[in-house]
């Protein structure tokens, strides 16, 4: 019991002994709950670092592989398409090269060669030299021609003259103006007019202008105001026509009657002697000439009727004659080919001549 | 004798009624008495002798008639407004060949005046009697219808038409091959008319084979024949290659060089036509008249005509040139340029300066050697002259700058270029001083001569705008030379020295 009271007695100091220790196991407990947790936390760090490290490392070391993999591959790419254009690069240099030559070939073949073109150009001047000379020519010619026609018109207009004055020639006995005794010789004129025929001047005509020789050509187709001399007359232009009208025999008249029959003679003997040789080739067998029957034998066969005609055929002769007439051999008469075209009109006759 | 008494009186009344139109026809002869006639009622009274039962009297009261209608386009206008053309018409398929030719004649002075009256004319159905008048037997009927038809297809296009839908065109050809040169003149001339105005109506002619038959005329001694000939071959080859080849398939050519030598001016006029027709069509057809000859003769030819004849020529040389370069070689190498620059120092008409200005420009415009052979000629200055002249026509100052610029920006053949410097107006100057900055880098002989002749310094003189391409020649010329041969030559460069003399003694 003692203990008790003694317990008792001492039980606030114990309490706070108790209460003491409890504070202090408290503090030591949480002091050792952290350091615990330190502990922990260190250690767990360290493992899951390890871990992370060696995974990197095994992500680093896949990594590797597949990049240097990938990367091969990306450079066997870059080297090949690297190649192709070297290589390409190359065959267009060759191909530039070949180019070149051919179309400097080709250009001074066909384009513009400067030498055919040089010769070209000289050819050109030969060329338009003739063609000056050429012109030159042709227009001394065309000069030459209007001096001539000139000279002409200027002879006819001096005959002209001379045969109006032709009273001015010289006699024997009277020397004319243009042979004056006191000249050397006789002009020109007088040469002239000795040449010149003499001609009576003309019936001199009316004062008309070329209005009334208009007119007068007109009133030629007007109707007659006269009337015709009597008497059936044929124009005597129309007679005369008639009269010198030139033969013009029918074509039948011309030809020779036996024109064809000639013409095949001919034609024979030219056949003949345009052959080779006489004998006609024929192919295969050929029979020289067609089996001849006999006369005798052309009348169908007829069972005899009576008693005498048992030897005979009876020969039919209607076979042999022909009913054609035989061939005229008479000319065409020239006059009635003639008949159709007697009379032309001779107008036309006129204006065609 | 009664009898006799009332026949007089007819016969009196016959001669009166002629006398009448007779004097009349005469009358009209002359311009001063139209006016007179007219005024008389001179067409009422025609009017009814046309219908006269003599027909001497109708035939020359259509010869009256034609003749006041060919004077004027007033009357010819009275003419169609008195109703007169049926009744010839009318009698065109009637009567005799006199009365025919005077018909058609009366018909083609109603037409030449205008196209309205050839319109007036066909509306009355003239030309169905005309073409029918062209298979008359008689010449000169065929003539005046073929006249007739002529005038009427001159006006336009849809006129013509009209005559070739009467069938007009195949009796024209028959026309052609008659004997007559009156009447081969007047085919011909029709032929002409109708073929100008569209290359539908020319091939008609062509289909008619009309161009055998000219071609065979081309060397007739009958110069107004060959003139038409001419003429048509000409309208007919003008409008499309294929005609001009039909044309040239005709061998005309070398034949027809001949007549560019002809004494009669219209004959040479439209044969160098018909050359510059057919060249202007293809560089092929241009190579054959080239390979034939034809540039030396058209060379002849402008040398020896003046004038308006010339033209046709000028113009020939610049179609030629202007197809290829070879061609252009072609009219250099036929001493072309020479008579070109003749032409353009002798001629006076605006027209014909351009044209000589414009085929210039076409032969040097290729290459520098075609443009060196042209400034040789001395053309440029006169080129110049001419685009500077301002009492000259628009047309006549664009060609001459045009060709001026064509040639200049092909030439590198500075001493021609140098005294354009001096000259030139700036729109010009421009081209001028481009080919010295394209030459001058290269030559440097050339750029010594160039400091000698004075070009650098009247480079220095010219003020450029900045920028402007005139600027960015005048720099590229600069650069070609030392720093101190450009500030010498520049315009301020003595009072520039002055200054630094004064400039010096002020330091010292």
Known sequence: ?353 | MSQRHTLQVFEQYQKARLAFVQSVADLATRPQNIETLQNAGVMALLRPLLLDVVPSVQQTAALALGRLANYSDHLAESVVRGDILPQLVYSLAEQNRFYKKAAAFVLRAVAKHSPQLAQSVIDCGALDALVVCLEEFDPSVKEAATWALGYIARHNAELSQHVVDAGGVPLLVLCLQEPEIALKRVAASALSDIAKHSPELAQTVVDAGAIAHLAQMILNPDAQLKRQVFSALSQIAKHSVDLAEMVVEAEIFPTAFACLNDTDEYVKKNCATLIREIVKHTPELAQMIVNAGGVAAVVNYVASTRGNVRLPGIMMLGYTAAHTESLAMAVIVSKGINQLSIALNEETEDHILAATAWALGQIGRHTPEHAKSVAVANVLPKLLQLYMRTDMSEDLQTKAKKALKNILQKCVYLPVLEPLLHEASPNILKHVVAQFSKVLPHDPKARRLFVTSGGLKKIQEIKAEEGSPLAEYINTINSCFPEEVVKYYSPGYADELLERVENHANKA
């Not at chain 1, 949480?30 to 350091?35: A, D, L, Q």
């Open chain 1, 1 to 353: 019991m003692a203990g008790f009271l003694e317990l008792r007695r001492n039980s606030e100091k114990i309490l706070e002994e108790l209460e003491h220790l409890a504070k202090e196991a408290e503090i030591a407990r949480e002091y050792e709950h952290e350091s615990s947790i330190i502990i922990q936390s260190t250690w767990r760090g360290f493992r899951v670092r390890a871990h992370l490290k060696f995974l990197h490392r095994c992500a680093v070391i896949i990594q590797r592989w597949w990049r240097s993999y990938k990367a091969r591959q990306l450079f066997r790419k870059k080297l090949k398409t690297h190649v192709l254009q070297l290589r390409l690069k190359y065959y267009d240099d060759k191909a530039v090269k070949i180019q070149k030559i051919w179309r400097g070939y080709y250009v001074r073949k066909y384009v513009l060669d400067y030498y055919s073109r040089k010769r070209y150009l000289a050819g050109l001047e030969v060329k338009n030299e003739q063609i000056r000379i050429q012109m030159i020519e042709y227009r001394e010619y065309l000069e030459q021609k209007e001096l001539e026609q000139q000279r002409q018109a200027n002879l006819s207009k001096l005959e002209d003259e001379a045969r109006r004055t032709h009273y001015l020639v010289s006699t024997k006995v009277a020397p004319g103006i243009y042979n004056s005794k006191y000249l050397d010789a006789p002009k020109e004129m007088e040469i002239i007019l000795r040449s010149t025929k003499f001609q009576t001047t003309s019936p001199t005509k009316s004062m008309k202008t070329t209005k009334e020789d208009e007119i007068a050509e007109l009133s030629r187709f007007l109707p007659p105001l006269k009337p015709k001399p009597q008497g059936p007359f044929r124009p005597s232009e129309d007679v005369r026509y008639q009269r010198y009208r030139p033969l013009k025999p029918s074509l039948r008249c011309e030809t020779d009657y036996f024109a064809s029959e000639k013409m095949r003679e001919e034609i024979k003997l030219q056949e003949w002697a345009d052959r080779v040789h006489d004998d006609t080739f024929r192919a295969g067998l050929f029979r020289e000439k067609p089996y001849p029957r006999m006369l005798h034998g052309e009348e169908p066969f007829e069972e005899p009727r009576k008693l005498e005609q048992l030897s005979l055929r009876q020969q039919n002769k209607q076979q042999w004659m022909s009913h054609k007439g035989f061939r005229s051999l008479v000319h065409g008469i020239p006059e009635f080919d003639k008949l159709e075209k007697t009379y032309v009109e001779p107008h036309f006759y006129y204006s065609t001549s």
